[in-house]
């Protein structure tokens, strides 16, 4: 028999539906796929070659539990330059991915039945870590008619004695929308008075377009970053996905028992990994590629808003960051049964590949992701399209 934490285990549906188009073009078959989470662009050179650097050097021994010292010192000045929080190296953990760092959060805090602040939809991967780790996940359910922001009052109105966390996703992984500052800092204040701890997931604040206001968390005042846990990762930022670099900022006293965790779970990253990542913080070319990055992808937004508005009976709300788009098509759903359904549909009549909103926590939606050229975000909307003259 297997344990009952396992019970609630699912494997990670974007990470499925990856495997699943790539086994579909490797048969030959044209599919366009809209599932990716990560950028289409390779990691800069520069990056490369400080890790082929490290190995070469013989740095390839077991790293130390929190991360390099070089690294968790220049995550230390990049807190400090960009987002104006002042951590010392002491209070960061390097993590195996965000999504590490995410989990063993969740593992040091919750005890059985405690409840975690969801606001949704919500990037899937929290769902489960939550449940594995004994929490109860409680969904605050944002709308689509106030852009997916989420408000002071929403949170009040779920929070409950048994209240431990709350995870504040912005930019949002699968809106693309940004919370808006004044209502964070009124949550934050809110999670100070009612002893809630903050997790602060800002994986996506390099890819943020028009300058629309950003600011971490932890950065509104030294109370507020005392219960705050800041996740952040090298993945989409640099396009490190597969190198698996991420961190934790929080204070010491929990830093340290983060540090614990990893030191028995996974050691850390692996350590020319952490070199290559170490580069991305201090090269100045980083600044340039998140740049060019950001321009390519605000491009995409636009032309995929445009494209997704001309189809008729579908909603949409303007990512203002990330590479995501969640628009509304319940109306063509509801047709075939659910969104789970709708995607099959697409899938094999469109050859294009989405996930239903469902898997996000909101049902009647999809999850489009634009980290493909502009040409093939252009065709595959026109196959969705002709896909549902059978459907009207
Ligand atoms: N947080 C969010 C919101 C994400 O969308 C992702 C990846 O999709 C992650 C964290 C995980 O990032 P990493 O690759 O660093 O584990």
Redesign the pocket.
């Not at 990762?233 to 989409?236: A, C, G, L, N, T």
């Given at each position: 028999m297997l344990s009952e934490r396992i019970s609630s285990l699912k494997p990670s549906p974007?990470i499925a539906l990856t495997s699943k188009v790539r086994e579909m073009k490797s048969k030959g078959v044209d599919v366009i796929g809209f599932g990716a989470?990560?950028p289409d662009i390779d990691t800069p050179e520069f990056i490369k070659e400080a890790c082929y650097k490290a190995m070469k050097e013989g740095k390839t021994k077991y790293p130390p539990a929190g991360g390099i010292p070089e690294l968790r010192e220049a995550i230390s000045e990049k807190l400090k330059k960009i987002n104006n929080i002042e951590y010392k190296p002491s209070e960061i953990v390097v993590t195996?991915?965000?999504?590490?760092?995410?989990f063993l959060i969740f593992f040091a805090l919750l005890d059985k039945g405690d409840e975690v602040l969801l606001p949704t939809p919500y990037?899937v991967?929290y769902e489960d870590q939550i449940k594995l780790c004994g929490g109860v996940p409680v969904y605050i359910r944002l709308s689509p008619k106030n852009n997916f922001k989420l408000t002071y009052e929403d949170v009040k109105k779920h929070i409950t004695k048994r209240t431990k966390i709350i995870v504040i996703?912005s930019p949002?992984?699968p809106t693309g929308v940004v919370f808006e500052e004044e209502e964070l800092r009124k949550i934050a204040q809110l999670c100070v008075d009612r002893n809630i701890f903050i997790i602060s997931?800002e994986?996506?604040e390099s890819l943020i377009y028009d300058n629309v206001n950003f600011k971490s968390v932890a950065s509104f005042s030294e109370e507020i970053k005392k219960i705050t846990f800041t996740?952040n990762?090298?993945?989409?930022t640099f396009s490190m996905?597969g190198w698996?670099?991420?961190y934790v900022a929080c204070p010491e006293n929990y830093a340290r028992i983060i540090s614990g965790l990893n030191s028995q779970f996974v050691s850390n990253t692996s350590t020319f990994a952490q070199y290559g990542a170490l580069e991305a913080l201090i090269n100045p070319e980083s600044e340039t590629f998140i740049k060019e990055v950001r321009v390519l992808f605000k491009k995409r937004r636009d032309v995929i808003v445009e494209a997704l508005k001309s189809i008729e009976k579908v909603e949409v709300v303007k990512p203002e960051a990330t590479f995501f788009i969640f628009p509304n098509f319940s109306y063509y759903t509801e047709k075939v049964g659910n969104d789970v359904k709708f995607s099959d549909y697409l899938l094999e009549k469109a050859l294009v590949a989405v996930l239903p909103g469902s898997v996000f926590g909101m049902e009647g939606f999809l999850r489009m992701s634009f980290a493909l050229d502009i040409e093939h975000i252009e065709r595959g909307i026109e196959r969705i399209k002709l896909s549902l003259e059978d459907l009207t």
């Open positions: 974007t989470g990560e195996v991915g965000a999504k590490l760092g995410l990037w991967t996703n949002v992984n997931d994986c996506y996740v990762s090298f993945s989409k996905t698996r670099v991420g």
